[in-house]
Nanobody, 126 residues
Framework: QVQLVESGGGLVQAGDSLRLSCAASGFTFSAFSMGWFRQAPGKEREFVAVISWRDVTTRYADSVKDRFTISRDNAKNAVYLQMDSLKPEDTAVYYC???????????????????WGQGTQVTVSS
């Protein structure tokens, strides 16, 4: 059974940093690309960042590029999202996601996702 458990969210001020963590279990973590999505109130869930299992390359949404960094530790079955220079518009529930298929190297759409975590709230005040 796939399980993804996020942690690290909180309330911060604009310009601050946060590091989100996601602990994965129930599947061969090293063989699947992983991603982070977010959903703000009244909005659809959107792609934030993804990291490939094959060569650890990354892709980011334009809105977070140069501010957020995704990484993974296969020894710990964990994926992280370092968020710097946070803005009020980054406020959302952040979800960890596992690609539904090893052939999906960059799961950037909700339909690419096998399983979601429960989410962790990030609130950035101005």
């Amino acid at each position: 059974q796939v399980q993804l458990v996020e942690s690290g969210g909180g309330l911060v001020q604009a310009g601050d940093s946060l590091r989100l963590s996601c602990a994965a279990s129930g599947f061969t973590f090293s063989a699947f690309s992983m991603g982070w999505f977010r959903q703000a109130p009244g909005k659809e869930r959107e792609f934030v960042a993804v990291i490939s299992w094959r060569d650890v390359t990354t892709r980011y949404a334009d809105s977070v590029k140069d501010r957020f960094t995704i990484s993974r530790d296969n020894a710990k079955n964990a994926v992280y999202l370092q968020m710097d220079s946070l803005k009020p518009e980054d406020t959302a529930v952040y979800y960890c996601a596992a690609a539904r298929d090893p052939f999906i190297l960059y799961p950037t759409r909700p339909s690419d996702v096998l399983s979601w975590g429960q989410g962790t709230q990030v609130t950035v005040s101005s």
